[in-house]
């Protein structure tokens, strides 16, 4: 896009001054007339009677712009939605793929921005959401192109790119184009970055912006936007969902989609076919293929990056006799970039590539378009036959090259208005390198690697397909598909292992338990049962297996399930996150996007577990509250000493039972002999009355000559042989009071009330008895081991 001629205001003199905004301002007023012409218009738009784009008010700038690039008439969604789009409605666009879905959002943006004068200073006005890398590079480049004449400035925002740089230029950005993942990592992490201003937001592929793998980013990118913008979503494959729409608050957006009553929903001219063959056969026929087809482009699909990966190595080495390209989602950014801009450029050449490449890219000139493996469902079909027959006119052919098993699909695709047929491949003209390729894997050990990876990854994504009608990893001849991938030993595969094993395990004890092979019903009701959409790939493996825990009520241990842990895989391998796998979120959006998988317990796991915890069957165990065993489980447990716990307890307990009767008599007894005394004392009180007549308080009786009672009993005895029982257990209780106090204190730093009498001299009931809290910490002091010594010197003094 032209860059702003910044010359004009950085010259110093008046009249240069002078000079340079006179026809500024000049121009200015005719701009603003012309704004107000266009938009004027706006209303007026009729998009049956426009033939070319001049027939729409638009700017020069962009007219000069599509002029320029042989862009004079417009497509059918670009009549329809670019009217809407200018009056400022929100629009639900479906049209065909290679219909020119990119114009049509991008000429409103032009257009919105230049009758809003848009500024640097204004921030991002327009901001365009791809899923891929790819694709967003193709928008800017496009919008480059068409918006040449525009003075705005545009900013291609994608992962794998250097940023720190793209920070510094965030804030001089007027149309961003960019990839969900980028996008929040500059929302979240830059300060420079706001979106505040925005007036368009377009979602390019918007049912798979909007989808599982990137519903997370996209629900915190749309809440840092403003909720007034106007909204454009595309789509060949349109979203209808209510609940998407509800997402980014379009409640009435304007259905647009040219091609709704179309007999086809594939491009007119997209001749499509498929073909019917066992798995080891596939790499034959592609070879054979390619070999026939030296001078043509095609674009070969397949499941995973490492089938992507080993077939591009393997062919290479093979020498077909055409450039080969290889493009997938763990590459480097730079080699992407690369690819991509190379098979654009050639004309004799063959692609292949993951569904990375399925969306929106407009590969110019593709001949061929080869489904190697069959596609999740019928939009990815759609999306992938897509790259071929683009823009007006254009031609293409499709095949799709389908299992016995995965036929099923073609019912899908018709239902769908997919005119597909099927053709016979002549097993004379298949030319299957297997003795090469043999040797060539024998030689290089890396490619034997990666054909096992190749293998395993397979495998593992038709397994984790949802569709589970169409998609049976039972049904695969493992062996006869590793040898045609030159692997004389197939590799090993522990997720297929267990899942093998476990069904037959399964099916054996379900076998014995009834006498029925419960088993094979619930297998067959897994298999007809309709694929939950939402469910994860977990559920769907439940669903899969049977339920074996049903069947055997009195087995507590649960049947594991899969060690989806154990599998083989690079944390390059977008399979294991399938479609919904966001290539260009930011390392840290992992967790939200990935499960966590319980880990599967084996039943000889399980018994092991239990041996180590000294877990003894068919005993019972009793807990606390708190989850602790109770007492008596420690019955058989013994000191450090050897001391039997639960015997000395018995015997403890026999030996309170004698004591305590003879406490209880001595108790008495010191009951009795006090009240004794007491009467006693109170005789002599009478006695001394009556010697010496009434008494009063001022003017007692001289008893100096009596002895010093505290001389003869001790200062505190008096207090002490008052202790009974009962009043023991009082001063226990208060010596607890104290105790707890003197923590208080340590907090608070402040006496206790207890204290503070003390130290007055005031004497007070139930006071902490000096002895008994002597008694008191004396125990708490013993340790464990002094507390068993004198338990065991008591014992042995027993009989
Ligand atoms: P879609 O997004 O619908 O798949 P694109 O926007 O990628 O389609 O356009 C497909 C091809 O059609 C591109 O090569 C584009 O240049 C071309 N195209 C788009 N609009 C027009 C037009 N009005 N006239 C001629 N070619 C067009
Ligand atoms: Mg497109």
Redesign the pocket.
Known sequence: MKERNDKRYKKGSKNKKFQVYKPRKKKSAEEDAAIQYLQAQYVKIVSDDVKTFKDFPLSQKTLKGLKENN?I???EI?KQAIGYALQGKDILGA?K???????AFLIPILENLFCKKWTRLDGVGALVISPTRELAYQIYETLRKVGFLHDFSVGLIIGGQNLKFERKRMDQINILISTPGRLLQHMDENPLFSCHNLQILVLDEADRCLDMGFEATMNAIIENLPPERQTLLFS?TQTKSVKDLARLSLSFPTYVAPHEQAETVTPEFLQQSYIICEIHEKIGILWSFIKNHLKQKVLVFMATCKQVKYTYDLFCKLRPGVSLLALYGTLHQEKREKIYNEFCRKSNVVLFATDLASR?L?FPRVNWVIQMDCPEDVDTYIHRAGRTA???FGKGEGLLMLLPNEEKIIEKLRNKKIPINKIAVDPSKVIAPQKKIEVLLSDHMDLKQTAQRAFVNYLKSVFLMKDKEIFDVKLIDTDAYARSLGLLVPPTVKFLQKYQKKDTNVKKESAEIDGHNVIEKLIEKSETEESDQSASKEEDYEKLLPEPIKTEPQNNIEIPKLDYQNFEVSDNDELLHTKEANVDAPLKDEPQTKKKISKSLTKAAAVKMILKKKIKVNSTVKFTELDEVMEDEQKDFKSDFGLHIAKTKDILQKEDKRDKPCFKEKAKAMQKEKKRKLKTKKKRDVGDKDDFGSLSESDGPDLSWLPDPDKVYGSKGSDNESLSGDNNRDSMQSDDQQCEESEDEQVYHRPSKRKLIESRGIPQEGLVPCKVKKIEDLSSKLSVHEAEMIAISLLKKKP
């Not at 793929?97 to 114009?103: A, V």
């Open positions: 862009y008439v417009p497509t670009q049209a793929t290679g219909s020119g879905k990119t114009l060949a929106g407009d683009r823009g007006v």
